[in-house]
């Protein structure tokens, strides 16, 4: 499928709540407790202006709603000394994946934080995503053990 990535505008926020829709029943389906809380008005209010919390690439398909999206933010790593891109989502519609829509924007991704600094990605991968590890896993990526810590402020 011929598709080009691109920036997300607040225009696309109501077709990526939809996306986050699929994805959330999706990962329910693989037993995941998920929440469906990121509402195009959630995504407008967080994902754009001067305090911007994230920034997302889409897939656009000719003539068609889009078909994927990533939500990274960049972030540190002090352990390697160097600037990290976060993978928050992504997320190709079932219909179009195996079709390098993914590859696509995870290279676009990895290029614009490249261009920022970054030398490292670093995303969160749900056991049970058997799907999605071996997706990554052909991209070249390895697991990594990691602990993670949550404050709620």
């Not at 995870?106 to 997706?135: C, D, H, P, Q, Y």
Request: proline share 3%; net charge negative; aromatic share 10%.
């Amino acid at each position: 499928m011929n598709v080009r990535i691109r920036p997300a505008l607040e225009s696309d926020a109501a077709e990526i709540a939809d996306l986050y829709g699929e994805f959330t029943r999706y990962l329910r389906g693989l037993g995941e407790d998920v929440q469906e809380r990121l509402t195009a008005a959630v995504f407008v209010r967080d994902g754009f202006g001067p305090n911007a919390a994230f920034s997302t690439l889409v897939a656009e398909a000719p003539s068609s709603p889009l078909v994927g999206y990533l939500i990274f933010t960049l972030g540190y790593d002090a352990e390697h000394a160097q600037r990290i891109l976060h993978v928050v989502d992504l997320y190709v519609a079932d219909h179009c994946r195996q079709q390098g829509i993914g590859a696509q924007l995870m290279r676009a991704a990895g290029e614009s934080a490249k261009v920022l600094g970054a030398a490292r990605a670093r995303w969160i991968v749900a056991r049970s995503n058997t799907g999605a590890r071996t997706f990554y896993e052909r991209l070249g990526a390895e697991e990594v053990d990691a602990m993670y810590m949550e404050w709620v402020l």
